[in-house]
C-alpha cells in the first residue's frame, strides 16, 4: 500500500543520498501506477527525485527532470520485466523514456523535447 497511489509510497521517490527532497509529482505517479496496473508487475523505484548534488553524483545531466520530479528509474532485472515496462509505458502514453541495461527511465518533463528514446 502507498500513501501517493494505490502501490506507491513518497518515500520510494525521496532522493537516494538522504536529503529528503522528495517533491514526486503526482500526475507522474499516477501514469507510473497505471504502467504498475498493466504490466502486473511489482515495480522498484532505483532513482525517483534527486537533488543538484546527488544528480551530479550519479552523471545526471545538469537539467535532469529528476531534479523537478518529474521522473523515475524503475529496476528491470531482466528482458521480461523490461519488455512489460516499455509494452505499458507506450500504452500510457509515457513520451519520454531511457533504456538502460537494468532500469528503465519514464519521465512527463515538458521541458525537455518529446518524443524521445533513448539508451544508456
Ligand atoms: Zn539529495
Given at each position: 500500500m502507498g500513501d501517493l497511489t494505490k502501490d506507491f509510497d513518497?518515500?520510494?521517490f525521496a532522493c537516494r543520498c538522504g536529503c529528503?527532497?522528495?517533491a514526486i509529482d503526482l500526475t507522474f505517479v499516477e501514469k507510473l501506477q497505471v504502467v504498475r496496473d498493466i504490466s502486473g508487475a511489482a515495480l522498484y523505484i532505483n532513482s525517483g527525485c534527486r537533488c543538484v548534488k546527488y544528480n551530479a553524483e550519479v552523471g545526471g545531466v545538469p537539467?535532469?527532470?529528476h531534479l523537478r520530479g518529474l521522473a523515475a528509474d524503475i529496476s528491470t532485472r531482466d528482458g521480461e520485466l523490461r519488455f512489460k515496462v516499455l509494452d505499458a509505458a507506450f500504452k500510457v502514453g509515457f513520451k519520454r523514456i531511457g533504456?538502460?541495461?537494468s532500469f528503465v527511465h519514464l519521465d512527463i518533463d515538458s521541458e525537455l523535447p518529446f518524443p524521445r528514446l533513448w539508451t544508456y
Open positions: 513518497r518515500s520510494e529528503g527532497y522528495d537539467h535532469s527532470s533504456i538502460g541495461s
